[in-house]
């Protein structure tokens, strides 16, 4: 017994063997320290998004909605991802247990999975490119807010439009097609009843919350940020009071031109009356001058040179004679008194015409200036009432669509409102970029061992695999709720 004793302790004996290095394979290593950089990477990308979106000032950060983000989308996406995992383990597992066909199934599982998350996102980068919503320098058609920048980024859009439009119809009458002039209307009527009376509004109104709302409802229009029913309900109540004030404004105006025509009706009767006087006063200046000249004396013939003649011949002949006196100077010719009274009179007559001509003239001169200041006003008004009338015709459409003139019309394609926008799509389009990278290169390691025989000898490497897939899944599991919840 003490022989059976001694041999049970004997047996029990632990036997300690040195290991020269970690109790790990050098493949599992190598992965392990890949994956800390990828950890530090990645941590660091997570870390400076949270620094950005927690940093921005309140209520300015896009929600999902104002991004095209759909939360069941990214929640299926996820869920997809965390299936993927499970697969992964369960082809590890087959290989272990030395089940090649069935580890082969569940890691194309894994790589149908890994593709459908793919295709999804793919999926979700087209919806956000249609949009208009990525990075790009100077800057997508992403603005911070609604300012003379914003309006000038939608006037050169419509610009284009139009451009391209009329260059159409231009160059073919018969391709231009229906749809193609409603376009052109569209364009058109968004350009003058929307963009131009923003900018006016912006330009010349002395309120700053006048300035400001014309072109936030704008921006509104083309881009609208509510999803509740209550924020859709407030911006068609806003609309209702553009349209009441356009129609109330434009029968203001109307009136006003309406007075104006009476006032330059009356007006054109004076200058037609003062017209008429002057033209009187002008013909009886002329039959005046023409009595004035009838009544002047006639000249006094001039002497002729025939009495020089004579004298000089008569020189001539006899040097010796005396030269014939001097000539006595003709007398002046009597004027009549009587005469004399008649011209003074009509001088008087003519000064007093020409004194009523200057003073009718100068009231001419001021009366037409004041006619074409008139002018001028009514013109103005002609001006404001036919934007007012193009204004109200507009706020319709601008309010017709319930999610905003680009989802309606997703050719126009019209520069958006969306507050630290362009910083959310960097900050996106960087994280999910290189986890969609990270993903795409598991899933070439999937496809590259799948046509491998994967008994337990290749076990190992679908463990090696299925480490890095998880660290893929783990980083998207912090992803989603920062993006598409938060």
Request: charged residues 25%; glycine residues 6%.
């Given at each position: 017994m003490s022989d059976h004793a001694h041999d049970d302790h004997g047996h029990?004996?632990?036997?300690?063997?040195?290991?020269?290095?970690?109790?790990?394979?050098?493949?599992?290593?190598?992965?392990?320290?890949?994956?800390?950089?990828?950890?530090?990477?990645?941590?660091?990308?997570?870390?400076?998004?949270?620094?950005?979106?927690?940093?921005?000032?309140?209520?300015?950060?896009?929600?999902?909605?104002?991004?095209?983000?759909?939360e069941w989308i990214g929640a299926i996406n996820t869920a997809v991802l965390l299936c993927s995992s499970v697969t992964m383990v369960l082809a590890h597992h087959a290989a272990e247990t030395n089940q090649p066909t069935i580890a082969k199934g569940w890691l194309a599982l894994t790589l149908a999975l890994g593709c459908l998350f793919l295709g999804v996102k793919g999926v979700e980068y087209n919806s956000k490119f249609k949009h208009g919503i990525y990075p790009s320098l100077p800057r997508s058609l992403l603005h911070e807010k609604a300012d003379v920048y914003y309006a000038q980024a939608v006037r050169e859009k419509l610009a284009k439009h139009r451009a391209a439009l009329e260059k159409v119809k231009s160059e073919s009458e018969a391709n231009f097609t229906t749809e193609d002039q409603e376009k052109l209307n569209l364009v058109n009527a968004l350009s003058s009843g929307m963009l131009q009376w923003a900018e006016?509004?912006?330009?010349?109104?002395?309120?700053?919350?006048?300035?400001?709302?014309?072109?936030?409802?704008?921006?509104?229009?083309?881009?609208?940020?509510?999803?509740?029913?209550?924020?859709?309900?407030l911006f068609l109540k806003k609309i209702e009071k553009e349209i009441q004030l356009a129609e109330a404004e434009s029968k203001t105006v109307a009136a006003e031109i309406s007075s104006i025509d009476k006032t330059l009706t009356s007006m054109t009767t004076e200058l037609t009356t003062l017209e008429t006087k002057q033209t009187a006063l002008t013909e009886q200046r002329e039959a005046l001058a023409k009595e004035l000249e009838a009544l002047q004396p006639a000249p006094a013939p001039e002497a002729t040179s025939s009495n020089q003649t004579l004298t000089e011949s008569f020189v001539a002949a006899d040097p010796a004679a005396e030269a014939p006196a001097a000539e006595v100077p003709a007398e002046e010719p009597k004027v009549d008194p009587a005469l004399e009274a008649k011209i003074a009179a009509i001088n008087e007559k003519i000064a007093a015409v020409d004194?009523?001509?200057?003073?009718?003239?100068?009231?001419?001169?001021?009366?037409?200036?004041?006619?074409?200041?008139?002018?001028?006003?009514?013109?103005?008004?002609?001006?404001?009432?036919?934007?007012?009338?193009v204004r109200a015709a507009a706020l319709p459409i601008m309010s017709s669509p319930e999610h905003g003139l680009n989802d309606e019309h997703h050719w126009l394609m019209l520069p958006m409102k969306i507050p630290s926008g362009n910083m959310w799509a960097s900050t996106y389009f960087l994280m999910t970029g290189f986890h969609a990278i990270h993903v795409a290169v598991g899933l070439l390691a999937f496809a590259l061992i799948l046509p491998m025989h994967l008994d337990n000898k290749k076990a190992h490497i679908l463990e090696n695999t299925g480490l890095y897939w998880h660290f893929v899944d783990l980083v998207w599991i912090f992803l989603f709720p920062m993006l598409y919840l938060f």
């Open positions: 029990g004996h632990l036997k300690l063997q040195y290991q020269p290095a970690l109790p790990l394979a050098n493949g599992k290593l190598c992965l392990w320290l890949f994956l800390s950089t990828e950890i530090m990477f990645f941590a660091g990308l997570i870390g400076a998004y949270v620094v950005i979106r927690f940093g921005a000032p309140t209520g300015s950060w896009p929600l999902p909605h104002d991004v095209h983000l759909v006016l509004q912006a330009a010349k109104n002395d309120d700053p919350i006048v300035r400001r709302d014309g072109l936030e409802l704008m921006a509104e229009a083309i881009y609208p940020r509510h999803h509740k029913p209550a924020d859709r309900e004194a009523e001509t200057a003073t009718l003239t100068e009231e001419l001169t001021s009366k037409r200036i004041e006619a074409g200041k008139i002018s001028e006003s009514k013109a103005a008004r002609e001006a404001r009432k036919l934007a007012l009338e």
